[in-house]
């Protein structure tokens, strides 16, 4: 595609339960972000991958979130026991590598209730 | 930690005027910095790079400066227009990740 893609756009999740977001990078581009962003606030790091591998997983706040790229293109990252302080908007990102130009794409908004 | 920060949270203008979004930072190690515009709704949309070899760049109606002596990063919109109305954020690469600011909101009147 053009673009980074998103799936979905919006999740809304009960409070415990486990969701997967989706993230479609632009074809060719090895390096991918993971960042979530609450209401006013600037994106914060979760993780990023070059090719297959999680090179930084500083960023996930606790061992719930988790994140793969199996081939090296589609991301999914993983919430396990959703708690209502995860509920934001996730972002992805990729770039041709490391250092260049990062795209963005619209977003999942998660909400969990 | 290391952070970037902009000096004010909203700046309003008025169409045709220029703007001028600043960004302080301080990792003094970082070596390439973007500036993103983000409107409701949206994604963070890639405005303009530059790199720590620079200290101008410039792209259609918009000028990074950076001022690597104080640790300063600065976004000027040249005639700025109501869709220039958004969130501007500037982040800066720190190893592997990027470091994003809390933004400032740019309101333009006509």
């Known amino acids: 595609g053009a673009g980074v893609s998103q799936t979905p756009s919006n999740k809304v999740t009960e409070k415990g339960k486990y969701v997967e977001l989706r993230c479609d990078p632009i074809s060719g581009h090895t390096a991918l972000y993971w960042y979530r962003q609450s209401l006013g606030q600037g994106p914060e790091f979760l993780i990023y991958?070059?090719?297959?591998?999680?090179?930084?997983d500083s960023g996930l706040p606790n061992d719930r979130f988790f994140a793969v790229r199996p081939e090296g293109s589609v991301s999914t990252l993983k919430i396990q026991r959703t708690e209502r302080g995860d509920s934001a908007v996730y972002l992805c990102?990729?770039?041709?590598?490391?250092?260049?130009?990062?795209?963005f794409g619209q977003g999942t908004r998660l909400t969990v209730v | 930690g290391e952070s970037v920060g902009l000096h004010l949270p909203t700046l309003s203008v008025q169409e045709g005027d220029n703007s001028i979004i600043n960004c302080a930072y301080s990792?003094?190690?970082?070596?390439?910095f973007i500036w993103y515009k983000q409107e409701s709704g949206k994604g963070p949309q890639f405005i303009i790079d530059?790199?720590?070899?620079?200290d101008k760049r410039q792209g259609q109606r918009v000028t990074v400066l950076l001022n690597k002596t104080v640790k300063h990063l600065s976004l000027q919109i040249a005639a700025t227009q109501p869709g220039d109305s958004a969130v501007y954020f500037c982040a800066h690469q720190a190893g592997t990740a990027l470091i994003f600011g809390k933004g400032t909101t740019l309101s333009v009147s006509s």
């Open positions: 990102a990729s770039s041709p590598d490391l250092g260049t130009e990062a795209f």
């Open positions: 990792n003094s190690a970082s070596d390439y």
């Open positions: 530059i790199r720590s070899n620079m």
């Open positions: 991958f070059q090719g297959t591998g999680a090179a930084d």
